[in-house]
């Protein structure tokens, strides 16, 4: 029960008079849309305000704050996509933006990982390149919510090698764990990559900061990303977990669905892999996720 003073009905009326002010400061906004966004913004803003009754050393430090998010974002790193994740903002965005449709595999979310351009390997080739990390072949089919194969999907796929970093946070422009291919013309698409293991999203800056200070963790539950397309379908941005990851309950950007947790079965060194690959006494696994596009028009 919070033990705050009662706000009294003078007090009311002056906060209140404020907020109805600055929405009618919008009122002329020519752009609809926009006018709704920035008055529904300031009514929680708001709102936020009054029901914590914000200190102007906590408004002061929360200043503080954004302007250090946006100091150390560059164009290798964005603060602020990690601080939107790590508040659940980007997972409810997405859910808002990806109605589900039928059995249309779910989104979740994008990540800052994702470069464009990234190579073009063959149905069934690799994408590890150099990167650390067990062998794992992923295969599955693309089909559109009728079930109908989708020909010629174009499949980007990435993730972080065994020590849990991406190809781009390295410094010499190494590329590797991620890559794209192309469903054949029966929507089958396989590729050889690396079994996902747990890493911390970076948690050297503010948001990392603000993470300690409230107990939380920065760990992020294993995962292999995709983002999948075809004409006439809408764009599926998703990832695959691990079962039995212990941080499946912890993911720190609230990404985990219980749909998108796929069993990574490893298999005992010298087991034939399916393309004939020696992979002499090394382990692998192999695991399979059946992908389904919903109809572009279901945004």
């Given amino acids: 029960m919070s033990t705050e003073a009662p706000v009294s009905v003078r007090q009311k009326t002056i906060e209140e008079t404020l907020t109805a002010n600055v929405q009618a400061s919008f009122a002329n906004c020519a752009d609809p849309r926009l006018k709704q966004l920035m008055q529904s913004l300031v009514t929680h803003l708001h709102a936020f305000v009054r029901e914590v009754r914000l200190t102007e050393a906590e408004w002061n430090k929360a200043i503080e704050f954004l ?83 989708v020909p010629r999907a174009r499949i980007e796929v ?46 050297d800056g503010p948001v990392g900061s603000m993470l300690e200070a409230t107990g939380r963790s920065p760990m992020r539950a294993s995962h292999l990303h995709f983002m999948v397309s075809a004409q006439g379908l809408r764009t599926l941005v998703t990832h695959i977990f691990v079962a039995g990851d212990e941080l499946l309950k912890y993911d720190t950007v609230f990404g985990v669905k219980q749909s998108l947790i796929k069993d990574f079965v490893e298999q005992s060194p010298g087991t034939p892999t399916p393309d004939g690959r020696d992979l002499g006494h090394t382990t692998w696994a192999r695991t399979r996720f059946d992908i389904v596009l919903a109809p572009e028009d279901s945004q």
């Fill in 67 to 149: 302007t250090a998010v946006g100091h150390i974002t560059d164009d290798r790193r964005q603060e602020f996509i990690l601080l939107s994740d790590v508040l659940g903002v980007s997972m409810q965005t997405i859910n808002v933006n990806n109605e589900a449709v039928g059995e249309a595999t779910e989104a979740t979310v994008f990540g800052p990982f994702f470069v464009n351009d990234a190579p073009e390997i063959p149905n069934g080739g690799d994408i590890a390149g150099a990167a650390p990390g067990q062998p794992c072949w992923i295969e599955g089919t693309i089909t559109d919510t009728y079930g109908n194969p």
């Fill in 158 to 203: 990435w993730e972080a090698d065994e020590d849990g970093f991406y190809d781009v946070q390295y410094a010499d422009g190494r590329v590797s764990g991620r890559g794209h291919l192309l469903a054949d013309e029966e929507g089958r698409y396989s590729f050889w990559g690396l079994t996902p293991t747990p890493y911390p999203i970076p948690h």
